[in-house]
Structure formats: C-alpha cells, structure tokens
C-alpha cells in the first residue's frame, strides 16, 4: 500500500459561482461557492473582511458530514470549525475554506466502511489501507487558489497538520505562522487522536499533555 497522496489535477481551475452574505450563530460571513471545470461545487469560502494583501487567519477544513451535520464524537472536525468560524468572528477578518473531500477524499459511503473496520480493532488509517485507498487522498490545492484570486498570498493558518501547510506552501500560499486547532478528547475519539499525532505526525502533544496533567 503506498501513502502517496492524491494531488489535484494539474489544470484545476475553479470559478466564482454564487455569493451572499449570510448570517449564522457564530457571526455574519460572506459565503462564497466556486464550481470547477466539471461543473461540481467543490468549494466553499467563508470570510470576513478579506482585502488584497492581508495576511489573515485562515483555516482550510474537509468536509465532515458524520461530525459537522450528525455529531459524531469519532472526530474533532465539527468543533475545529466551530473554533474557526468564532475566532474569525473575534478577529473581524479571517476565512474558512470548506473543501468537499469527505474522509481524507474517500467519500461518505468508504468513510463509514472505514468506521465499521474501525470497530473491528483497526485505526483510522490503517482502515483506509484495508479498504484500498492511501492514507489521504486530499488536495489543497484549491483552497490555496481561492486565496490567491482573492489576493492573499500569505496566511495565519489554523492547522494542526504539518502535511496540510506543505501543500499550501507547495501551491503558493506563504505560511506567516500556524494557530493550533486544540479541541477536546472524549471516549469516542481518543484513538483516533493518537493516531493523527502519532502516525500523521499532527501537532497534538499538547492537548494530551494538558490531559494528562488534570
């Protein structure tokens, strides 16, 4: 099994299709869809007061139908965005690029088989391997490409994922400095947690030392 990622396709080209403001529990954004080449709204940007040249906070975030729309407590990725959306408020300036690649980029339907191999005993990637697929199959791409046609070239970015700020870098996106995305462990996510720090490499040693220190 190789853990080659899957990089988006060399002439992806995304353009502005609808935009609105829209106001939410955490703040007022403007919401802004972008469509690719095929036509599929695989994008979505969610900001405040972006302007040429700001170097702003800026969180680049996977969809996650499980925990964002069902509250799954097997991730962290509904209270990552959460977090987001109230520090962009906070701050008055800032964005959430929201990706559509479901489980790393194997979809809904391969996420929740991944789930089920999970409840057999394996981890969250070793689950992706038993089904075919390589450790992650997401791009950044595209989020790095909206923030250039918005023209910020240089972000605050909101990850705990050290290959995360690789491909930004890689597709143009100067990294000013990384903001951890700490949230908290439960009973249902802890492995999973683990395994994001220890295998992934994912800057995670601080939440487990502040827990272990309770």
Known sequence: M???????SIDLSLT?????????????????????????ENA????QG???GAVPFVRVHSECFTGEVLGSLKCDCRDQLSLAL?????????????????GRGI????????????SLGANTVEANHQLGFATDLRSFEGAALILKQRGIHSVRINTNNPEKIKDMEVNGIKIAERVPSLTIINEHNEEYLKTKMTILGHHLDSLFTSVTKK
């Open 2 to 8: 190789t853990d080659n990622k899957a990089k988006g």
């Open 50 to 52: 972006l302007h040429v």
């Open 107 to 118: 979809g809904l339907g391969n996420k929740i088989k991944a789930y089920h191999l999970q």
């Open 44 to 47: 979505i940007l969610i900001s």
């Open 86 to 102: 109230i520090e962009i408020e906070r701050l008055g300036v800032g964005a959430v690029v929201y990706l559509r690649q479901e």
């Open 16 to 40: 502005l299709y609808a935009e609105a403001t829209l106001p939410t529990t955490f703040g007022e954004f403007l919401v802004s869809v972008y469509r690719d080449h095929d036509d599929n």
